[in-house]
């Protein structure tokens, strides 16, 4: 029986320990980049969809797909994980409206480097954030257009390639 409580009392420890132990930056360098599709577990909709998604130096999104409910809210959360700075791993989010050729706005996006490579008054883009570096975050709000498939990418000067996908609305 006292065995039993010490054993308790070692796990109580340890599980301890391996929370306390994970701050950010074990994080960013322990977990491999699996282009993972949104779980239902990441978006809570109350009224609003809540999306994470995370970047990194290598050029990356955390997510290909990204789904979110019609007739609500969302809010998009980037975060970059990286160091590096803006200038050189600037990341930014941007959702196409339906139809329009990623590949062609990201060559249009790049003469906007003055505004986050966003061209202004765009038809084209649905919602953006502005361009982050390492270690920075920003989050926006929009309506969820309406059901379909969208493209999504980072529109800072040959991210496009890598850092793309899918938005659904269902
Ligand atoms: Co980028």
Do not use: W
């Not at 929009?142 to 498939?149: L, N």
């Amino acid at each position: 029986m006292k065995i039993f409580r010490v054993l308790i009392v070692l796990v109580i420890v340890a599980f301890g320990c391996n929370t306390a132990n994970k701050t950010p930056e074990a994080e960013n360098t322990t977990k491999i980049m699996t282009n993972e599709v949104t779980k239902p577990t990441d978006i809570k909709v109350k009224g609003v969809n809540e999306v994470f998604v995370s970047s990194n130096d290598q050029m990356q999104f955390d997510k290909t797909e990204i789904r979110v409910k019609s007739g609500h809210k969302v809010t998009l959360t980037l975060r970059h994980k990286g160091m590096m700075s803006k200038i050189v791993m600037g990341h930014n989010f941007v959702l196409l409206n339906k139809g329009v050729d990623l590949v062609k706005f990201a060559q249009k996006a790049l003469s906007a480097q003055d505004h986050n490579y966003v061209p202004l008054g765009s038809k084209d883009v649905l919602a953006y954030t502005k361009i982050i570096g390492g270690g920075e975050r920003v989050s926006i709000t929009f309506d969820a257009p309406e059901k379909g498939t969208y493209d999504f990418l980072c529109s800072f000067p040959g991210h496009y390639a890598m850092m793309k996908g899918k938005f659904i609305v269902e």
